[in-house]
């Protein structure tokens, strides 16, 4: 089993910038790729940004690309989500979420990934 929890979420006004952790415990090794959601009030889950463990690689999702970037520290088992530039509409909670199998990073469905953390707040004020 593999345990993710979040941090660093908050308010913050239009153009601010936030940068949220989150840290994996428990069977580490055994994951390929970590990745970011987030869901709106009403609004189905959706995929952000993914980091494969191998080689470092990174996919965005279109609405953040350019302004997001998710990176990671492996001596500490944590994945991060530095988000510049935000807007009102990347109002969300967003959650961390790993996976161990060898999907392509451009797979990005939600039930690809078998572990989540509990999610983070974070409202951008406009």
């Known amino acids: 089993q593999v345990q993710l929890v979040e941090s660093g979420g908050g308010l913050v006004q239009t153009g601010g910038s936030l940068r949220l952790s989150c840290a994996a415990s428990?069977?580490?090794?055994?994951?390929?790729?970590m990745a970011w959601f987030r869901q709106a009030p009403g609004k189905e889950r959706e995929f952000v940004a993914a980091?494969?463990?191998?080689?470092?690689?990174?996919y965005y999702a279109d609405s953040v690309k350019g302004r997001f970037t998710i990176s990671r520290d492996s001596a500490k088992n944590t994945v991060y989500l530095q988000m510049n530039s935000l807007k009102p509409e990347d109002t969300a909670v967003y959650y961390c979420?790993?996976?161990?199998?060898?999907?392509?990073?451009?797979?990005?469905?939600?039930?690809?990934?078998?572990?989540w953390g509990q999610g983070t707040q974070v409202t951008v004020s406009s």
């Open positions: 979420a790993a996976r161990d199998n060898s999907l392509s990073l451009r797979y990005t469905g939600a039930p690809s990934y078998g572990y």
């Open positions: 980091i494969r463990r191998s080689d470092d690689s990174t």
């Open positions: 428990g069977r580490t090794l055994s994951i390929s790729t």
